[in-house]
């Protein structure tokens, strides 16, 4: 099953050269891809665009077999796509850990009870059962970043996109976050600038030269 197809994308933003001219990836379920190439290349914009967070100049996106155009087609893809973020700080508010894992659940409708077994089952998964009741925002950066993504397991998603996963991380965290990442059964689309990180992970890479993908 081809979970996303973004084909023939193209977009500039307001005043600005075109960044994406053409661009078009898939990602199949199970599937592991990398994306490479130089800082404001379009990485970022891609995943945006995936999630409807932007909107194409032209070109079509498909998400689990139908074609997305508008605000409301994007809702269920938001819920079966996890985005992590490049800054966890963009991700992270609420006062705890827990809190911050709940707040997904929650507001797909599961109830308080339900949502404080997922943080359980999610924080006891990556080992960071430590972790539950800090203050966020008091956390290290390699920290938060573990955090991010136990935010968005806690949503259950079919696929992960990765925006530069190991920024701000040193080896220990990077290799315990690879660890975590190599187990997870969903597909996953990597943006990342560490070759090694993306060889381990993702080894299959596309290469965002021009505004296209190759």
């Known amino acids: 099953m081809t979970i996303l197809a973004l084909e023939n994308i193209h977009f500039a933003y307001p005043g600005q050269p075109p960044v994406l ?3 078009s990836v ?3 379920a199970g599937q592991r891809l990398s994306i490479a190439g130089p800082n404001g290349a379009g990485k970022s914009t891609l995943f945006r665009i995936a999630l409807g967070l932007q909107h194409p100049t032209s070109g079509t996106v498909t998400i689990f077999g139908k074609e997305r155009r508008v ?3 994007f809702h269920e893809v938001r819920r079966r796509i996890g985005l992590v973020f490049q800054d966890p700080d963009d991700q992270l508010f ?3 850990v827990a809190e911050d894992i709940a707040f997904g659940p929650l507001n797909l409708g599961r109830t308080k009870g339900e949502a404080l077994a997922i943080v359980d089952k999610v924080l006891s998964d990556l080992n960071l059962m430590h972790l539950r009741d ?3 925002h008091k956390l290290s950066g ?3 970043r573990l955090v991010t993504l136990a935010t968005v397991l806690a949503m ?3 696929a992960l996109l990765l925006d530069e996963p190991t920024n701000a991380l040193d080896t220990k965290n990077e290799a315990r976050l690879l660890e975590i990442l190599q187990d997870l059964p969903q597909a996953i689309l990597l943006v990342s600038h560490n070759p090694a990180f993306r060889a381990a992970l993702a ?4 290469e965002l030269q021009d505004g296209k993908l190759v």
Do not use: V
């Not at 080894?203 to 596309?206: A, E, K, Q, S, V």
């Open 156 to 158: 259950e998603p079919d």
């Open 94 to 96: 609420c006062p705890t």
């Open 21 to 23: 001219e053409g661009a």
């Open 203 to 206: 080894p299959d890479t596309l």
């Open 142 to 144: 390699g920290e938060k």
């Open 134 to 136: 800090r203050i966020t």
């Open 71 to 73: 605000e409301a087609d």
């Open 26 to 28: 898939q990602l199949a």
